[in-house]
């Protein structure tokens, strides 16, 4: 008996490790149909990289991905803005293997460019509709019981581009303003105990220090239920690309809300209808009104492998993998569909499924070689199905950028290649 063996009996795990061991077996059977591995008799050759001495540790570095994976950066639609300073850039979420975006690869949206703040000289004003009006450095900030949670984090102009239409044949370019981080800081609820509220105290003013000066009016319950005013993201503190040192976090809401280089709440007793809330980031409606405010994201998501960067190389076993998400809690279920929403396939959830968090899914796939139309449909738990592009252009015609959560079609073609196209 090994060490790790008598541990294992002690703790009385070891006929489940055992069993795990053959379980692995069985599942290494059912994978066989998905390789293309050659038998092993001819022998493995030594790799180059083997016969000698690797790189010695360094001091004073920060890691850097591999040489091959350099393909794996944001970029920007140059025509969409006007000027690189109020601009996006896209998350490569086709090479995105897991829920969490690395902080390199995080979207970036500035309306008047990155700020370089810094921690030092950073000073957030609660002011307002409150007992005590307080003025926190970053240290109080610091100081106060902290939280983690996983979040993404949405553009609510992400896919606005195709509204009227395919666009650009590019996951990056049609889904990548978001992302989804570990963020950790602390509850706003617990910065307004602090404070304390005014009984007419409804709704909160978020306001950045960056030249945009961004405002976002944030109703009280939700600034109460789950906000928080963030410093780290990712095991590390924020990028400035995402407000350093601290921005807000308004879980599952649009992108917008998520005020960064954060310098000012204030309460009051109505909205402030900002023009971030009013000209912009609102919802327009077939006859030309826009909606007031919504602020949720819903029910969305988008099959990142195959897509039209990542194509598939001739007929046989596949897993479709990709990710859904929801601003109104948990994914309960993603449909896959081979066909452009003729059939639909249950996919399976690679938990943890988190609230308001990417959500990742994977579904087999046996294809035939012949041209197909994918497509994912998610569901949330509260119901919200993820619509079809027809669907929501019948709610709210075509002239719209936001808020666009349609299911995103795939056709790909015989020869493997992957087009962004729309079904009427
Ligand atoms: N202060 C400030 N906050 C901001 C913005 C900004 O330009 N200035 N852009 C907003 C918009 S429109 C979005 S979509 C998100 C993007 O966050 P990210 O750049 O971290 O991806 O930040 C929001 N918060
Ligand atoms: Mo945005």
Not at 165 to 171: D, E, I, K, W, Y
Request: net charge neutral; hydrophobic share 35%.
């Amino acid at each position: 008996m090994t060490e790790l063996d008598t541990h294992l009996e002690q703790v009385g795990g070891l006929k489940s490790a055992r069993r795990g061991l053959f379980r692995l077996g069985a599942a290494g059977a059912l994978a066989a149909g998905f390789g293309r591995a050659v038998r092993a008799e001819s022998g493995l050759p030594a790799q180059d990289w083997g016969s000698g001495i690797g790189a010695a540790v360094a001091d004073v570095t920060y890691g850097m991905p591999p040489k091959d994976e350099s393909d794996m950066q944001r970029r920007l639609v140059p025509w969409l803005t006007g000027d690189q300073t109020s601009s996006i850039s896209f998350t490569p979420l086709q090479y995105q293997t897991g829920i969490i975006t690395p902080s390199g690869v995080f979207f970036e949206r500035y309306h008047n460019g990155m700020v370089q703040a810094n921690k030092r000289d950073t000073r957030l004003m609660i002011h307002g509709l409150v007992d005590r009006p307080l003025i926190f450095t970053f240290e109080d900030i610091l100081r106060m019981p902290s939280e983690t949670h996983v979040h993404f984090l949405e553009c609510a102009a992400n896919g606005g581009m195709e509204w009227r239409g395919a666009q650009l044949n590019s996951l990056q370019y049609t889904h990548g303003m978001v992302a989804c981080a570990e963020w950790v800081g602390v509850k706003l609820s617990t910065l307004l105990e602090q404070t304390g509220l005014k009984k007419e105290g409804k709704w909160l003013l978020a306001e950045g220090s960056d030249g945009s000066h961004l405002t976002r009016s944030i109703p009280i319950e939700k600034a109460l239920d789950d906000c928080m005013v963030v410093y780290g993201q990712n095991g590390e503190s924020l990028r400035h690309e995402q407000g350093y040192p601290i921005r807000l976090i308004v879980p599952g809401w649009q992108g917008n809300m998520n005020v960064k280089w954060l310098r000012r709440l204030k309460i009051g007793d109505k909205p402030w209808f900002t023009h971030e809330e009013t000209s912009k980031y609102t919802e327009l409606r077939a006859d030309g009104k826009a909606y007031g405010f919504t602020w949720p994201i819903y029910a969305k998501s988008v099959i990142t492998f195959p897509c039209p960067e990542m194509h598939v190389k001739g007929p046989g076993v596949y897993e479709v993998r990709g990710f859904a998400w929801s601003g109104l809690g948990k994914i309960k279920q993603v449909d896959v569909s081979f066909d452009g929403g003729v059939n639909y396939t249950r996919a399976r959830l690679d938990g943890p499924v988190q609230p308001k968090c990417f959500t990742r899914f994977t579904c087999e796939w046996r294809w035939d070689g012949k041209p197909a139309l994918l497509q994912s449909r998610a569901i949330d738990e509260t119901g919200f199905v993820q619509p079809t592009i027809a669907e929501l252009r019948a709610m709210r015609g075509s002239n719209g950028v936001y808020n666009n959560n349609s299911i995103q079609t795939w056709e790909v073609k015989a020869d493997g290649s992957v087009n962004n196209v729309q079904l009427a």
